[in-house]
């Protein structure tokens, strides 16, 4: 079945520490995207891919990096994590055309 | 400012009651919209999309659109407690392709 996975699941990190969250698709989908969700904000798009090799910035980029090494992986990266930064990341795929995007089940940071 | 919104944010019903969610755009690059649902502890999951003016009926969903003021509901009768969730309303810009989401509706369904 296809499907979008997420790791890790939950993850703790240091203040000023490099975080890489992965996210794998076999859904065969062009697109990827990378969400936060906060209480209050509901989902904002931090980073986007249309392609291997390719990277894109969402709404809200600042302080986050982003790395689509094929069609199947993308991967969001914080290079100096913050506590601002703790929240429930969602990976998603999906294609250009009106079609639905697919979640993974997320992963949850906490930065302290 | 937010480019959809959503009311209320929240709402609970008894079961067997009828739930309507409301969604508005303030832009007109949305010209497609799906409502998303999500339960505690998982991803959100595509519950229907609609693209014309009207109505779409899926089971005991149905979803109305009027595109001249951007405005998309969605009334779900006979609620379940399973139907208890967050609900976002998600708009597609046409030209760039980036699904926004609402800030979403928490449905409690009350046995």
């Known amino acids: 079945e296809a499907a979008v996975t997420q790791s890790p699941r939950n993850k703790v990190a240091v203040t000023g520490g490099k975080v890489t969250l992965s996210c794998n698709q076999t859904n065969n989908h062009n697109n990827m995207y990378w969400y936060r969700q906060d209480t209050g904000h509901g989902l904002r798009l931090i980073h986007y891919s249309y392609g291997a090799g390719s990277t894109e910035k969402g709404d809200i980029p600042d302080g986050y990096k982003a790395s689509r090494p094929s069609q199947e992986n993308f991967s969001l990266i914080l290079e100096l994590a913050t506590p601002s930064q703790t929240s429930v990341y969602f990976c998603?795929?999906?294609?250009?055309?009106?079609?639905?995007?697919?979640f993974g089940s997320g992963t949850r940071l906490l930065v302290i | 400012q937010q480019k959809v919104q959503q009311s209320p944010e929240s709402l609970s019903v008894p079961e067997g009651g009828m739930a309507s969610l409301n969604c508005t755009s303030s832009d007109r690059n949305f010209q497609y919209f799906w409502w998303y649902r999500q339960h505690s502890g998982e991803g959100p999951k595509a519950l229907m999309?609609?693209?014309?003016?009207g109505d779409k009926k899926e089971g005991r969903f149905t979803a109305h659109l009027n595109k001249a003021s951007l405005h998309v509901s969605l009334h779900i009768r006979d609620s379940q407690p399973s139907d208890s969730a967050l609900y976002f309303c998600a708009a597609k810009n046409t030209n760039t392709g980036k699904l926004t989401f609402g800030d979403g509706t928490v449905l409690t369904v009350k046995p």
């Open positions: 999309s609609i693209f014309s003016d």
């Open positions: 998603a795929s999906g294609e250009t055309s009106n079609s639905d995007y697919t």
